[in-house]
C-alpha cells in the first residue's frame, strides 16, 4: 500500500510562492498517476493539477500558467510548485494517487496523504 507524506505548506503573502511535495514510500511511485487537490473551508474538494505516469500535466484553469506539476521518480516525489499565490489559494492541499484513469474525481484515488495546509495572506 502506497503512503505519501505532503510537505511545504506555510503561509504566504498574496504574490508569494511555494512549493509543495509529495513524497511516496512506494519504490514503484513511477507508474502511478498523481494529483493534487484542494479543499478550503465550505468548498468542495477540487483537483487542482495532475500527472501522469507518463508526465502528460493537466491544470485546472484557476491555477493555469501560476501552478507547476512535476515528478522525480528517483525520489519517489511529486512536486508542486505554486507562484503568483492568491488569497483565494488558501486551502488544505493533498496529493493522491492511483493506478487507475487520471481524472479530477476524487474517488478515482485509492491513495491520499494528510494534507498540508496552505495560507495567502492579502
Known amino acids: 500500500q502506497v503512503q505519501l507524506v505532503e510537505s511545504g505548506g506555510g503561509l504566504v503573502q498574496a504574490g508569494g510562492s511555494l512549493r509543495l511535495s509529495c513524497a511516496a514510500s512506494?519504490?514503484?511511485?513511477?507508474?502511478?498517476?498523481v494529483a493534487w487537490f484542494r479543499q478550503a473551508p465550505g468548498k468542495e474538494r477540487e483537483s487542482v493539477a495532475r500527472?501522469?505516469?507518463?508526465?502528460?500535466?493537466y491544470y485546472a484553469d484557476s491555477v493555469e500558467g501560476r501552478f507547476t506539476i512535476s515528478r522525480d521518480n528517483a525520489k519517489n516525489t511529486v512536486y508542486l510548485q505554486m507562484n503568483s499565490l492568491k488569497p483565494e489559494d488558501t486551502a488544505v492541499y493533498s496529493c493522491?494517487?492511483?493506478?487507475?484513469?487520471?481524472?479530477?474525481?476524487?474517488?478515482?484515488?485509492?491513495?491520499w496523504g494528510q494534507g498540508t495546509q496552505v495560507t495567502v495572506s492579502s
Open positions: 512506494e519504490r514503484s511511485f513511477s507508474v502511478y498517476n
Open positions: 500527472i501522469s505516469s507518463a508526465y502528460r500535466l
Open positions: 493522491a494517487a492511483t493506478l487507475g484513469p487520471l481524472t479530477t474525481m476524487p474517488m478515482s484515488y485509492a491513495y
